[in-house]
C-alpha cells in the first residue's frame, strides 16, 4: 500500500543500518602474532650429481596453523630443483591436506599446503615443507625466501 510502511520494511531497515554501523566500526581483529620460519640446514656443501634436502621449518608462535606458502629463489646454474613434499607437519596431520608444489620458472620452487575442514589445524613446531636440490656444478648458491605466508585455525596471517 502506498505511504504506508510494513513491519518487515522496518526490519530491512533496520538490519541496513546495523550493517552501515559494522562497515563503518569494523570489528577488532586479534594483533598479529610472531612466527617465525627458517630453512635447514642453513649452509651445506656437496659435490656436483650430489642431493641435499633443505627443510622449512615453524616454530610455535601460533598455537594453530591451517595454511602456509613459501615460495624459494635459487640459482639454477648450480643447483636443480627435483622435489617439493610436505614437510612433518602435514604429513602427521589429523585432517586430509591440500598440497601444490610448482616451479614457475627454473629458478623458483612454490609450494603451499592447507589442512581442510572447517576449523582444522595443525600444532607447529616442526617442517612445513621438504624441497630437495641436486647440485649442478661446484659453486655457491643463496637460497632466497621471496615469500611465505602461514596462516591460523581462523585463517588469520
Known amino acids: 500500500m502506498k505511504g504506508t510502511r510494513s513491519k518487515s520494511s522496518s526490519r530491512g531497515w533496520a538490519a541496513a543500518a546495523a550493517l552501515a554501523l559494522c562497515l563503518a566500526f569494523p570489528a577488532a581483529r586479534p594483533a598479529a602474532q610472531t ?3 627458517w630453512v635447514e640446514p642453513a649452509e651445506t656443501r656437496i659435490p656436483p650429481g650430489e642431493y641435499c634436502t633443505l627443510y622449512v621449518h615453524v616454530d610455535d608462535g601460533v598455537d594453530s596453523l591451517s595454511c602456509a606458502e613459501c ?3 635459487f640459482d639454477s646454474t648450480v643447483v ?3 622435489s617439493a613434499r610436505k614437510g612433518q607437519l602435514f604429513n602427521e596431520a589429523l585432517f586430509p591436506v ?3 608444489p610448482d616451479a614457475p620458472s627454473a629458478d ?3 609450494v ?3 589442512v581442510l575442514g572447517y576449523r582444522s589445524y ?3 613446531t616442526g617442517s612445513l615443507f621438504e624441497i630437495t636440490f641436486e647440485a649442478l656444478a661446484l659453486g655457491a648458491t643463496d637460497i632466497g625466501i621471496e615469500r611465505i605466508s602461514v596462516l591460523d585455525i581462523d585463517r588469520n596471517q
Open 35 to 37: 612466527v617465525n620460519v
Open 112 to 114: 603451499a599446503a592447507c
Open 80 to 82: 636443480f630443483l627435483v
Open 98 to 100: 591440500f598440497f601444490v
Open 108 to 110: 623458483t620452487v612454490s
Open 122 to 124: 595443525i600444532i607447529p
Open 71 to 73: 615460495v624459494l629463489s
